[in-house]
């Protein structure tokens, strides 16, 4: 079947990016084209995927030869109920080159979702945002202390765009990190949870186990890695976040 050319935006912006996922299932509802930006500013002790954090070590692309790979699988998509993600990285860290990205998505009529820690909330403008269906956006602890422990970066800008969001009316996900002995405080689990609940729009909880998955790339980046020794959490820890958010009537994954 030939597929039908999508419309040619005016300008083509390039953009760094890390890798593309073409089946997507964890980053959004349904199947997803998950582009992975490269470059962030957060310093995550627990990041999987270190390589991504400078941005200029990443592979050149631009707008128009992303958004063409795109439109290949943009039919499959629709029928799949899902979209495409720009996730990263930090996606934000390249505004210009992300808005373009979702303004041709939404050319192809399909749904978007911008995965992002928020910090660089003050880029995104509200035309991007218009284009966005839907935020993806990780809260890595509710406590300013920790999430500078955590991050290397202040927690309020965060708040201040899921703020923003809510006024804007986008639909979000709302992501939190179980670290053992980190994120686990009842009392950060309980202030995030608080506020959560306090925005409209939040459609979901999701709560991530932490997992040493990407410790190896640490290794071979001459990285030191901080959790070493720090274990998964257990089913019961895992079962108590959830019971906290919850209680706020979130819906937990």
Same mark, same amino acid.
Request: aromatic letters at 8%.
């Given at each position: 079947?030939?597929?039908?050319?999508?419309?040619?935006?005016?300008?083509?912006?390039?953009?760094?990016?890390?890798?593309?996922?073409?089946?997507?299932?964890?980053?959004?509802?349904?199947?997803?084209?998950?582009?992975?930006?490269?470059? %962030?500013?957060?310093?995550?002790?627990?990041?999987?995927?270190?390589?991504?954090?400078?941005?200029?070590?990443?592979?050149?692309?631009?707008?128009?030869?992303?958004?063409?790979?795109?439109?290949?699988?943009?039919?499959?998509?629709?029928?799949?109920?899902?979209?495409?993600?720009?996730?990263?990285?930090?996606?934000?860290?390249?505004?210009?080159?992300?808005?373009?990205?979702?303004?041709? %998505?939404?050319?192809?009529?399909?749904?978007?979702?911008?995965?992002?820690?928020?910090?660089?909330?003050?880029?995104?403008?509200?035309?991007?945002?218009?284009?966005?269906?839907?935020?993806?956006?990780?809260?890595?602890?509710?406590?300013?202390?920790?999430?500078?422990?955590?991050?290397?970066?202040?927690?309020?800008?965060?708040?201040?765009?899921?703020?923003?969001?809510?006024?804007?009316?986008?639909?979000?996900?709302?992501?939190?990190?179980?670290?053992?002995?980190?994120?686990?405080?009842?009392?950060?689990?309980?202030?995030?949870?608080?506020?959560?609940?306090?925005?409209?729009?939040?459609?979901?909880?999701?709560?991530?186990?932490?997992?040493?998955?990407?410790?190896?790339?640490?290794?071979?980046?001459?990285?030191?890695?901080?959790?070493?020794?720090?274990?998964?959490?257990?089913?019961?820890?895992?079962?108590?976040?959830?019971?906290?958010?919850?209680?706020?009537?979130?819906?937990?994954?």
């Amino acid at each position: 079947m030939k597929i039908q050319s999508r419309p040619r935006q005016a300008a083509s912006v390039d953009g760094y990016i890390h890798s593309v996922e073409t089946l997507g299932t964890v980053d959004g509802p349904g199947v997803r084209y998950v582009v992975f930006t490269q470059g %962030c500013p957060l310093r995550c002790l627990y990041c999987h995927n270190p390589d991504s954090l400078k941005m200029k070590n990443g592979r050149l692309v631009s707008s128009h030869a992303l958004l063409d790979d795109i439109q290949k699988t943009a039919d499959f998509l629709k029928r799949a109920n899902g979209g495409v993600t720009i996730s990263g990285g930090e996606p934000l860290v390249q505004p210009e080159f992300v808005a373009a990205i979702l303004r041709g %998505c939404k050319e192809m009529g399909l749904h978007t979702a911008l995965d992002t820690s928020g910090y660089l909330g003050s880029r995104a403008t509200d035309e991007m945002l218009a284009d966005t269906d839907l935020v993806l956006l990780d809260i890595k602890s509710f406590d300013p202390a920790t999430y500078r422990r955590v991050t290397g970066v202040d927690l309020q800008p965060t708040l201040d765009f899921a703020k923003r969001l809510e006024s804007l009316g986008r639909k979000m996900w709302i992501r939190f990190v179980l670290v053992p002995g980190l994120t686990d405080a009842p009392a950060n689990v309980e202030g995030l949870a608080d506020f959560v609940a306090s925005l409209k729009g939040v459609e979901r909880v999701e709560v991530a186990p932490f997992h040493k998955l990407g410790e190896f790339k640490w290794k071979e980046l001459q990285m030191r890695y901080e959790l070493s020794d720090t274990k998964p959490p257990t089913p019961e820890a895992i079962e108590r976040v959830h019971r906290i958010f919850a209680s706020r009537g979130l819906t937990v994954v």
